[in-house]
């Protein structure tokens, strides 16, 4: 069974900046953020397969960055110009394979964390 971790959350002022970090025991090729505010559904934030693809939500192009680095199985999240409608639970996931296409589709992810709290205040 893969372990998800994500580390990094925390509270920050907004047009802060934060960043998130998510360690996968196992090869998975196929790495995302995803967000859920209270009383909202869960919504894509970021995936990632490899280092060469990469999709982000329309809310967050410009601002953030989603990076991954294979060796070490590790995904990063660096938020930056944070608002207070990014506040949020953010889960990572990961999976062995997906396709390019997909990366911001939950279902092209098997394993998930437990999530880490980002809270920007205005």
């Known amino acids: 069974q893969v372990q998800v971790v994500e580390s990094g959350g925390g509270s920050v002022q907004a047009g802060g900046s934060l960043r998130l970090s998510c360690a996968s025991s196992g090869y998975t090729v196929c790495m995302g953020w995803f967000r859920q505010a209270p009383g909202k559904e869960r919504e894509a934030v970021a995936g990632?397969?490899?280092?060469?693809?990469?999709a982000y939500a329309d809310s967050v192009k410009g601002r953030f960055t989603i990076s991954k680095d294979d060796a070490s199985d590790t995904l990063h999240l660096q938020m930056n110009s944070l608002k207070p409608e990014d506040t949020a639970m953010y889960y990572c996931?990961?999976?062995?394979?997906?396709?390019?296409?997909?990366?911001?589709?939950?279902?092209?992810?098997?394993?998930w964390g437990q999530g880490t709290q980002v809270t920007v205040s205005s």
């Open positions: 996931a990961a999976s062995y394979g997906c396709s390019t296409s997909y990366l911001l589709q939950e279902d092209e992810y098997r394993y």
């Open positions: 990632a397969m490899g280092d060469e693809h990469t």
